[in-house]
């Protein structure tokens, strides 16, 4: 049984992925600051392998301590976002690449790193995105994403997954991404006003992540030192398109499209997915299980707004 460490496994990827990987058999390990004071765990707790470390990736000794003790190593811990980056650079650039550097100044050469990264790198272009397609980094987020990655590819110690636009239920829950923000919207205000909508980007189920992080141990020496994308390519969609999307499943929705004001998210792109579903991997669950899934999980998140349910 292979011993796995997820840094931020609290966090709306890392509570999916850890469920995941211990349904597969595997030792998981999660150290997690519980910034959030998210209690997504808890249902994990009965489980013997399983052990959670309450601490600070900021932690050098900690942080590495752990690694040597640990077969594979997934760094979810992460300042997600323009706005939370931008509040605090320092922060940021602490646990988005610091602790990378740190990861892999111990790393040995029989462990296995793989750390996500995002479409955010790509900024804003007209050609088809691939793997080769240079960085563009439009906030200090996407930036400290793609020094972390850098660092990985120029080391060869790991394996980087390019993540689209995440979307869809977790045990933390996060509502301020895309597709999840516009169902809420969508089921609780029944309209919808879109800024600049024909900007495109490229999304994925957060289910379909953890089964990519699975993919990647299985297949480590095949794939190490490179970078993949991670998306669905049936849904490389603008705004406007995924608001009608979702209006197939909530009728009445009344969608508005004005320009007295300017998106913040400058992201535009259309991302090919080919190189990663080459070596094997598809997705399972597409956008319109999404949607449906979270308009009814919106039955009982809808109730309970707050500090929990956003990384804002």
């Excluded at 840094?7 to 995941?20: F, M, P, Q, V």
């Excluded at 995105?129 to 200090?140: M, R």
């Excluded at 009344?254 to 080919?274: A, G, L, M, Q, W």
Aim: glycine content about 6%; charged content about 25%.
């Amino acid at each position: 049984m292979e011993k796995i460490l997820i840094t931020g496994g609290a966090g709306y990827l890392g509570s999916t992925l850890s469920e995941h990987l211990l349904n597969e058999g595997y030792h998981v390990t999660v150290l997690d600051n519980l910034m959030y004071k998210q209690m997504s765990l808890l249902h994990l707790f009965k489980r013997s392998n399983f052990e959670f470390i309450f601490g600070d990736v900021r932690d050098k000794e900690l942080l590495q301590k752990l690694v040597l003790n640990h077969d594979v190593i997934i760094p979810l811990a992460a300042i997600v976002g323009m706005p939370a980056c931008k509040s605090n650079p320092q922060l940021a650039t602490d646990v988005n690449y610091i602790q990378i550097a740190n990861i892999v100044g111990v790393l040995k050469s029989n462990q296995k790193l793989i750390i996500p990264n995002t479409n955010s790198q790509y900024g804003s272009s007209d050609d088809i995105i691939t793997e080769d397609s240079p960085f563009k980094p439009l906030s200090h987020y996407a930036k400290t994403k793609c020094d972390a990655e850098e660092l990985i590819l120029k080391t060869k110690k790991g394996i980087a997954l390019r993540l689209a636009t995440v979307f869809g239920v977790s045990p933390r829950m996060r509502m301020d991404l895309l597709v999840n923000d516009f169902v809420y919207k969508s089921v609780t205000d029944g309209y919808m006003v879109l800024f600049e909508s024909h900007f495109k980007r490229n999304y994925i189920h957060v289910q379909d992540i953890a089964r990519t992080f699975e993919f990647m141990i299985k297949n480590y020496d095949e794939c190490v030192g490179e970078a993949f994308n991670v998306g669905l390519s049936t849904a490389n969609l603008s705004k406007l398109e995924l608001a009608n999307k979702i209006k197939e499943y909530v009728p009445s929705l009344v969608i508005k499209e004005d320009n007295f004001k300017e998106d913040f998210d400058k992201r535009n792109y259309i991302v090919s997915n080919e190189k990663l579903e080459s070596k094997g991997w598809s997705p399972i669950y597409g956008l319109d299980y999404g949607i449906k899934q979270l308009i009814s999980s919106y039955k009982m998140v809808g109730n309970y707004i707050n500090k929990n349910f956003t990384n804002l």
